[in-house]
C-alpha cells in the first residue's frame, strides 16, 4: 500500500500544563517545541478576536455576572503533526490560538512579576517558518522584548499584547483587582484542548484539517493549492523548502499588480482556471475537465498524484502531467498585461474594444479569458497584439451569431466548437486556431439553411421577443454607423462607453403604444410583426427616450438630433416622415449592412 494513502489519528485533552485527568496531557510539559510550518498564514488576529478571546478567558474564570466560580473552558481543537521523536511537532491547525496563549502569558509575566506561576516561565516552545525570516524575527524580538517599553507598531505579536494589556488595565474589565495566582492557575489547568496528532502525508492531513476545522479560518481555493504544490513540488519533483517561497511570489505578485492598478483585478482562482484550460489541453485530459469548479479540478488532480483517491478523468492521464510555477507567473504577467492593455486601448481599434463587449454581452461570455491563453502562448511573438486583436474581432463575431441564432447555448459551440479553439490555442499553431474559428463563421448561407433558427429572420424579425439578442443587435448596428475603425483613444473609449456602458433603451421608432390610444390597434393591425423588427428600433439615450415617450413621429424626429449615437442623428436626416414602408426599406438596410460585417 501506498504510504500517502493512509493515515493513523491520535486525540487527547490536554490543558497547557496541569491536568487533573486521566493521561495527564498537556501542551507545556511534554517538553515538545512546537512549529508553525511554512505553509500556513501569518499570524494574523485583530482586536475583534482577541477582544473575543480575552472575554471568553474572563467569562470562565468570573462568570458571566462577574461574581460566579470558575468553570472550564474548551477553547478547541488543535491538529499536530505525529510526534516523531525529534522534539518538534507542526501545527496544522490552532496556532493562532495557541500564539495568542503565548502573547497573554508573556503580557501577565510582565504585569505580575511576582506570580509564582509566571515567574520562571520560558517561551521557547513556539517557532515559526512563516514568511521567512520576518515572522521568526518579529516572535524572537517580542519574546525577548521589555513590555514596559515602547515596541515595534508592525510587530503584530507586540502589537496585539499592547492590545491586550488595554483591554485587561481598562476600569471597566476590574483586572486590577484579579488574584493573578487563581487566574494563571485557571488559565493553565482549567482550559482545555482537544489535541489531534495525525500521522499522514500533507494532502491527507490537509483532509483531516478541512473536516475538523470549525474555529479557525477557512481555507479557500487559493489556500488550498499553495500547500499542495508546495507538497507537490517538494515530494514528487524532490525541491527544497524554499519552494514555498517561490509559491509565496506568486502570491504576492498578484497583490502587488492589483495595488499598480488601484483594483483586485486579478485573483488566484482566475489564475488557475486559466492554468486549467492549458493542463486539459496541453496533456489530453477529458474535455469535460474544462467545465470543473477550480477547486474540484485540483482536488482531483493532486488525489491522484499522491495516490489518496484515484478521480476517473485523471487516473488514465497523469503519468506525464507537469505543473510549473513558471506557466503560473506567466499566466500572472500576461493578466496584468492585458488589464494594462485594455485600460490603455494601445493597438486598439473601437471595433476591438467593442468586440470584447459582445463577447461579454453573448451567451458565451465564459470563454473572454481565453485572451489570457492567446497571451500565455504568443506573448513577446512577432505579431501578437495584431493576431491577439484579430482573434478577439473574430471570436466575438462566432458568439454574436450563434448568440442571435439560438435563444439559448448552443451546446455544439459552448462545447464541442470550444474545445477545438482551446486545444489549437496552446497546441497548434495560430493559423490554424483561425481555421477553425473562420470556419465557423462561414458564410451568410450557412447560417440561413431553412427553418426556425435562419440568421436573417432572426437578426431583422420579432427582436423584443429575447432581450439579449435585441441588444446585441442593436448595438452593433449603431456601432457599425459610428467611426469604428478608429484609432484615436479618445473616440474609441467614448463608442465603447455609449453603446455598453451609458443608460440606453432600445427606442420604438413607431411606439408600439402609440400615444393616441384610439389608433393602437389600426397600427398593430398594419404593422404586425414588422413593429418589434430591426426597421423600427434602434438604440437610444433612455433620457431622450423617456422624454419623447410614445409621442408621434413628428415630436421624437425633434428629439433625436440631440442624441450622441450617429445612428439617430442619421435618421432624424434620412427619414423625415416615418410608416411601414420606410420600416421595410430601413429593414433590409439594417440587416444587409450586419450581415455584411459578420460575413465580409
Known amino acids: 500500500m501506498n504510504p500517502d494513502n493512509t493515515f493513523s489519528i491520535a486525540a487527547k485533552t490536554c490543558t497547557l500544563k496541569h491536568n487533573s485527568q486521566e493521561g495527564h496531557s498537556t501542551i507545556f510539559n511534554s517538553g515538545v517545541k512546537y512549529v508553525i510550518p511554512i505553509y500556513q498564514r501569518p ?82 516552545w513556539l517557532s515559526t517558518q512563516v514568511s521567512k525570516p520576518t515572522q521568526q524575527y518579529y516572535l524572537d524580538a517580542f519574546i525577548a522584548a521589555d513590555l514596559k517599553a515602547s515596541g515595534d507598531s508592525q510587530n503584530p505579536y507586540f502589537r496585539n499584547a499592547m492590545l491586550m494589556k488595554n483591554i485587561l488595565m481598562d476600569e471597566k474589565t476590574n483586572f486590577s483587582n484579579i488574584d493573578i495566582d487563581k487566574f494563571t492557575k485557571h488559565l493553565l489547568s482549567n482550559v482545555y484542548f482537544v489535541v489531534i496528532e495525525t500521522r499522514a502525508g500533507l494532502s491527507k492531513t490537509l483532509q483531516i484539517f478541512n473536516a475538523i476545522n470549525t ?39 498578484i497583490d502587488d499588480y492589483n495595488s499598480k492598478l488601484n483594483a483586485d483585478i486579478i485573483n488566484i482562482n482566475e489564475v488557475l482556471r486559466i492554468y486549467q484550460y492549458i493542463l486539459v489541453a496541453r496533456h489530453g485530459l477529458p474535455t469535460t475537465l474544462y467545465y470543473q469548479g477550480v477547486e474540484t479540478f485540483y482536488e482531483g488532480l493532486f488525489d491522484t498524484v499522491f495516490n489518496i483517491n484515484h478521480w476517473d478523468h485523471f487516473k ?36 476591438d474594444a467593442c468586440a470584447m463587449h459582445f463577447i461579454w454581452s453573448s451567451r458565451y461570455t465564459r470563454y473572454w479569458n481565453l485572451v489570457l491563453v492567446y497571451l500565455h502562448k504568443y506573448r513577446g511573438t512577432e505579431n501578437e497584439s495584431d493576431n491577439l486583436l484579430l482573434f478577439i474581432r473574430q471570436l466575438s463575431k462566432v458568439f454574436t451569431i450563434y448568440s442571435i441564432r439560438y435563444q439559448k447555448i448552443k451546446s455544439d459551440i459552448f462545447y464541442g466548437f470550444m ?9 497548434k499553431p495560430f493559423e490554424e486556431t483561425m481555421a477553425i474559428i473562420n470556419s465557423k463563421i462561414g458564410k451568410e448561407k450557412d447560417h440561413n439553411p431553412g427553418g426556425w433558427y435562419d440568421l436573417n429572420h432572426f437578426l431583422s424579425e420579432r427582436l423584443t421577443d429575447n432581450p439579449r439578442r435585441k441588444g446585441i443587435i442593436c448595438r452593433l448596428s ?60 434602434m438604440v437610444l439615450e433612455q433620457s431622450i427616450n423617456r422624454s419623447i415617450s410614445n409621442k408621434p413621429y413628428e415630436v421624437k424626429i425633434q428629439g433625436y438630433p440631440t442624441s450622441s449615437f450617429s445612428i439617430v442623428k442619421n435618421h432624424s436626416t434620412l427619414y423625415g416622415e416615418w410608416g411601414l414602408d420606410k420600416c421595410l426599406e430601413r429593414k433590409e438596410k439594417e440587416k444587409n449592412k450586419i450581415l455584411n460585417y459578420l460575413f465580409n
Not at 95 to 107: A, H, S, W, Y
Not at 229 to 252: C, P, V, W
Not at 496 to 503: A, C
Request: proline share 1%; with cysteine.
Open 43 to 124: 499570524y494574523s488576529w485583530k482586536e475583534e478576536q482577541i477582544a473575543k478571546f480575552l472575554g471568553d478567558l474572563l467569562t470562565s474564570f468570573w462568570g458571566v455576572d462577574g461574581n460566579s466560580s470558575e468553570e472550564p473552558m474548551f477553547i478547541g481543537t488543535m491538529q499536530l503533526s505525529a510526534n516523531n521523536g525529534s522534539g518538534k511537532q507542526d501545527i496544522i491547525d490552532g496556532q493562532q490560538r495557541l500564539t495568542t496563549f503565548l502573547i497573554l502569558l508573556k503580557v501577565l509575566k510582565s504585569e505580575f512579576p511576582d506570580c509564582g506561576e509566571l515567574a520562571d516561565m520560558d517561551f521557547d
Open 215 to 253: 474555529t479557525g479560518l477557512d481555507l479557500n481555493g487559493g489556500d488550498i493549492f499553495k500547500i499542495r504544490m508546495y507538497e507537490y513540488l517538494t515530494d514528487k519533483k524532490g525541491q527544497d523548502e524554499s519552494a514555498f517561497e517561490r509559491i509565496n511570489h506568486l502570491y504576492h505578485k
Open 316 to 351: 488514465n492521464n497523469i503519468s506525464t502531467l507537469e505543473l510549473s510555477l513558471e506557466d503560473l507567473e506567466q499566466i500572472i504577467d500576461v493578466r496584468y498585461a492585458w488589464e494594462k492593455q485594455w485600460r490603455s486601448k494601445e493597438g486598439f481599434t473601437a471595433e
Open 419 to 427: 474545445h477545438k479553439v482551446i486545444d489549437a490555442l496552446v497546441n
Open 478 to 537: 449603431a456601432m457599425l454607423e459610428e467611426d469604428y475603425k478608429s484609432t484615436q483613444k479618445e473616440q474609441i473609449n467614448a463608442i465603447r462607453k455609449r453603446l455598453f456602458e451609458s443608460k440606453i433603451d432600445i427606442e420604438h421608432i413607431q411606439s408600439y403604444h402609440d400615444s393616441n390610444g384610439e389608433l393602437r390597434q389600426e397600427i398593430w393591425d398594419e404593422w404586425k410583426h414588422n413593429i418589434n423588427s430591426l426597421g423600427n428600433l
